[in-house]
């Protein structure tokens, strides 16, 4: 069964910066379209940022600018990387591919301090 792991994630101050990694176990990313996905206490879980097999990125308006997205297909491997962080950023944070296939990973915590 695929697996996903995702870490990375930790305590940081608003305005600080946090590197992502998902790495995706028993499939291949190679032609697939792979997104992150952030979940806030009592909100829905949302696409953030993704990644196309041709490595074009594309962004939710919440986060472009800020967050930038990269894989390794080598590696069955998706990173996040996220600057300039706000409060509103804090949440789990889960890869997946874009139109959720797979089981969903135990997600990474995020958590934005003022």
């Known amino acids: 069964q695929v697996q996903l792991v995702e870490s990375g994630g930790g305590l940081v101050q608003a305005g600080g910066s946090l590197r992502l990694s998902c790495v995706v176990s028993?499939?291949?990313?190679?032609?697939?379209?792979m997104g992150w996905y952030r979940q806030a206490p009592g909100n829905q879980r949302e696409l953030v940022a993704w990644?196309?097999?041709?490595?074009?990125?594309d962004y939710a308006d919440s986060v472009e600018g800020r967050f930038t997205v990269t894989r390794s297909n080598t590696r069955d491997a998706v990173y996040l990387r996220m600057t300039n962080l706000t409060t509103e950023d804090t949440a789990v944070y889960y890869c997946?591919?874009?139109?959720?296939?797979?089981?969903w990973g135990q997600g990474t915590q995020v958590t934005v301090s003022l």
């Open positions: 997946n591919t874009k139109s959720p296939v797979w089981p």
């Open positions: 028993e499939s291949s990313i190679i032609f697939k379209t």
């Open positions: 990644i196309n097999h041709n490595n074009r990125p």
